[in-house]
């Protein structure tokens, strides 16, 4: 017997757990292996298999190392020789190109330097000469990932400098924050400052007394050129743009040395997912804090949700549908040679909605970088091909050289990659709707590489509404009432949109003059006739909110339907009673006549509610327009048909 409890309990058991879904907590790992030989490091990374994308370019792994001593590499495998003797902290970020999970996540290690035997250091990845100033990251923002942000500074000066690093981040232009900040690494010294507001420069202190005498002066703001010298400026607008600040002073920047300072960024859950939005980071770099020469870096980034390097993006997400006509909406489409090979050729096949003037379109950077090609004119130099189609535009990168990522010797990624930013304006007749535009990217004769869908849309605005207007109840008798109203809708809606509205009225009408008493009666012995009369005059005040879903047909005529609520604010009802005596045998002789007059008064009383069915004709979507509008209340008594005129703006 038991033997078969134990066995109904195990039947039962599995059952239940076959039926219970089993969470996956599996997170895919890359472990940092090492090979040592005194002062000489090798760097490898242990990774999880690829999950492949189907139809996409083959799967890939990119490698972000930062060795610790403010050094960084996009090697795979990459080696470095330590200058000093201690201990360094090694970090490793992986991102997974074409794959469908998460990048894989890495601890950091610690290696110690105990020997010196390699004197051919590696250096800091050093900055061109006419750069200065770089603001990059390791990869683009996805939801929920960290990502890395580098600043890397050089001293263009020819003496020893102590200046000032800004970076501000989380654009106020979405109302959630998209980052969120985790650590901040530095490796010489960089001091962060905790402020409220901004610091200027010291306040421009131009005392050089920690500059030596032999050294020559520093420079004038007029010899430098591409240099700014508003400041105060700068930073303001990056304030009145971010919500978050971070800033760091250094010290005895030697000349032409560069530095890094490292940043991880986790983005939020808040940041948008279903479009190609571009958010931005901004740095500002202050070579000297005695003087305002400056230089400022905008980074740009793409939100992803998966690790594409061919992408489509659009500054267009969300869109001030009053303003935009006078702006030019900027796209970038992004592409990587995952060849063998070089590509001489790179088509961008891109669709153009049609709110857009493809007449407007200017290209404002590529890369590789290339003039535009001359018209009708074949050339043999590397140049950007535009051809204007009716739904699209052709962009064609011709007689250049853009490595493949599986070439070999090809040992900086970076190298790999390409794109084209250009700007439209929009037509003269578009409306508030959202486009999705995407790209084929064909290098050579291979295969097009579709991208995402690159999406603009406009932000809903506000538009206020001025209304008056009479309304008429066939049921009451000699009714007036006249009415005003504030409503609130989006701005210049395209189609659908919902609107609400405030509304106050005062109502006047009769009731019915009635007979309410008749009777004979006998005064000193002549029979009399007493009738009383009793007419009612009601007037009120009320308020009202409707609340409509309306559709614009056309740029002329819209429609809506929708609820409605009142409240009586203030009713007062009047009655005149009036008593007339007459001769019973003689009616037409009256004896005599008596008024009295008795008034009611009461508030915030009699709720009501209702439907309501509206059209309207003249300018739909913003401006002057007349409507009509019938009100089925749910006491039928005050069932009314409304006329009134109305001013969006």
Known sequence: MKNKYYFFFLLISSFIFSQAKVKDTVTRKATIKIDKKGNQFVFKADVPPLLQIAGAPKASYSYFWETGDGNYSKETTPKHNYKKKGEYKVNLSVTNNYDNGKPPKTRPITVSVTDIEDQNYTEIASLQDSIQFKLFNNREPSPEEEMIAVISYKNPLNYVTSGKIYLFYNDKEFKKDNFEWIETRTHFGEKEELENGIAYANELNHSYDDIASSIEKPYSSTTVKNDEENLELTLTQAKLEFRNIKTFTFDNLNPNETRNIFFTFKTTPEMIKDTSATVRMRSVYVPDRNY???????????????????????????????????????????????GEGPARTIRLE?????MFDKKTLEILDSYPKCPICPKDEEVNYSCIDTIIKQKQIFFTFKNIYLPGSNQKNVIEKDSTKGFVKYTMKLAKDFHKKSTRSRTAIIFDKNEPVITNYSVTRFAPGTSIGAKVGYSFFPSLKDSKNYFTSITISPYKSYRWYWQVEWQNNKLNYNGDSNVIDEFVFANSGVKQLQRTYIDTKFSAITTEIPVLARYNINNYFGVGAGIIMGLYLHQNQTQNTKTELYETFNTNFLLSTKYNETEEKSSMTNFNSGFLVDFTAGFSRIGPSLGVRYVINSKKDLNSFQLYAIWKF
């Not at 891109?350 to 049609?354: G, K, L, W």
């Open 292 to 338: 305002k020469n400056h230089k400022k870096k905008t980074l740009e980034m793409e939100i992803v949700t998966s690790h594409d390097p061919n992408k489509m993006s659009s500054n267009g997400a969300l869109m001030n549908y009053r303003l935009v006509r006078f702006k030019k909406i900027k796209f970038k489409t992004r592409f990587q040679n995952d």
């Open 350 to 354: 891109t669709d153009i909605p049609d």
